[in-house]
């Protein structure tokens, strides 16, 4: 089974994304800003991060930064989830590591296909 890790500081988004991709069949683990995904990746090792922009403490670009230095998450997918995908933040999370981009609001259906997309016959796709 893949895990996913699935960071925002709103818990109601936080519980949609975990309920949908739970449904899919994967593990979910859920963090509140960037330290504590930080803390749940160290614990944890996930298959799929996806983040938000904007959240207190650590930021998703701050948080991808940091996953990238730690050894297995160099080539794990990295999705910011972000109702302002602005130029400046696009180039600082490329820059840091960002595999793509879901903008919100999105439809759940259309995150659960982004996810499966990286997985083909029970394999995390090459990066």
């Known amino acids: ?3 996913i890790l699935t960071v925002d500081d709103s818990a109601s988004m936080r519980q949609l994304v975990a309920c949908s991709l739970t449904n ?3 593990q979910v683990f ?3 800003d ?25 930021d ?6 940091a996953l990238r230095k730690l050894p297995g998450y160099q080539a794990t997918p990295i999705f910011m989830m972000t109702a302002e995908p602005s130029v400046a933040v696009r180039l600082s999370g490329n ?5 793509g981009w879901i903008e919100k609001p999105f439809a759940l259906q259309q995150l659960v296909a982004v996810v499966d997309s990286f997985f083909v016959g ?3 796709r090459a990066m």
Do not use: W
Request: charged letters at 20%.
């Open 1 to 3: 089974m893949f895990s």
């Open 24 to 26: 899919a069949g994967y």
């Open 30 to 32: 859920e963090a509140a």
């Open 34 to 58: 960037g330290n504590e995904a930080l803390d749940c990746a160290c614990e944890n090792q996930v298959d799929f991060v996806l983040t938000d922009q904007n959240m207190p403490i650590l």
């Open 60 to 65: 998703g670009v701050g948080l991808t930064k």
């Open 95 to 99: 820059e840091a590591g960002v595999t």
């Open 122 to 124: 029970g394999h995390r």
